[in-house]
């Protein structure tokens, strides 16, 4: 059996770790983790975490890492025999120790993108909040105005994604991601992509992961055993 792949994306809120996230998982047959997905099916669940996770993004603060690592890493146990790629976490210092103690990476994503981009893309990000879905009324719109493809449900702008919201959460960001890219710095895995197009910087992600991993394999759930 090949070696198993597994990246890690980070990035600013809007940078387009989700949107690169699915486009690695589609073209690879990777399986896309999310942190947010993760969080939002403990809500729906009403799991001890779920509730906790909520009184926290509620309030627009970080989940605490002990609440992060017991919730994330479980179902990383459970994905030993797939490929991923981990979107949303590690956040901090501490849950990226705690991922290394758990897995080896091979790879860091970090997406620099200017505030000027990231503010106008989250100008026009619309999300359908039950399942995360993302959309943006330019790049990749819905089929149906203001309304999920999938559901028919409504589509809601996050108040976060405010400008005035969004200086504030990036000088979080690099307050908190500074010491976690120093640490993937110095394990030789971290690969910085600048840029202000999702599509000028995925062929150079696209060919690093392709040499990678040389046969783009089908995802091991959809074979026969
Ligand atoms: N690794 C994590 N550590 C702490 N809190 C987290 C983590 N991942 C997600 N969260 C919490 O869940 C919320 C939703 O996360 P999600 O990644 O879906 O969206 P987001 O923070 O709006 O990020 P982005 O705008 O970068 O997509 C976050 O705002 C944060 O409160
Ligand atoms: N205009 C534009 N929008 C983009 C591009 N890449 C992603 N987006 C949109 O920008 C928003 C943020 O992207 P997303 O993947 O959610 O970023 P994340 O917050 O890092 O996960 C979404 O509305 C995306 O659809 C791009 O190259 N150009």
């Known amino acids: 059996m090949s070696k198993l792949f597994r990246a890690v994306i980070m990035g600013p809120p809007g940078s387009g770790k989700g949107t690169i996230s ?4 589609q073209s690879f047959g990777l399986t ?55 979107d949303g976490f590690p956040r901090t210092l501490i849950q990226a120790k705690a991922l290394n103690s758990s897995c080896d990476l091979d790879m860091v994503i970090s997406l620099n993108i200017p505030l000027e981009t990231l503010k106008e893309r989250l100008s026009h990000r619309w999300i359908h909040p039950a ?10 719109p819905p089929r149906i105005q203001g309304v999920d493809d999938v559901t028919g449900e409504p589509l809601v702008q996050q108040d976060d994604d405010r400008p005035e919201a969004l200086v504030t959460r990036l000088r979080h960001y690099k307050d908190v991601a500074k010491p976690v890219i120093d640490l993937y710095k110095s394990m030789g895995i971290l690969h910085t992509f600048s840029d202000t197009e ?26 026969s055993p």
Request: charged share 20%.
């Open 22 to 25: 699915e486009r690695i998982a």
């Open 32 to 86: 896309h983790l999310s942190s947010g997905d993760f969080l939002r099916e403990n809500i729906a669940a009403n799991t001890e975490a779920g509730v906790l996770a909520k009184t926290y993004i509620e309030k627009g603060l970080l989940v605490p890492d002990h609440v992060m690592t017991r919730l994330v890493l479980p179902r990383l146990g459970e994905m030993t025999r797939y490929s991923w790629v981990l």
């Open 131 to 140: 399942s995360g879905r993302v959309y943006n009324m330019v790049f990749n």
């Open 198 to 223: 999702t599509d000028q910087i995925w062929p150079y992600i696209s060919s690093l992961i392709s040499n990678k991993i040389p046969t783009v394999r089908p995802d091991p759930r959809c074979t």
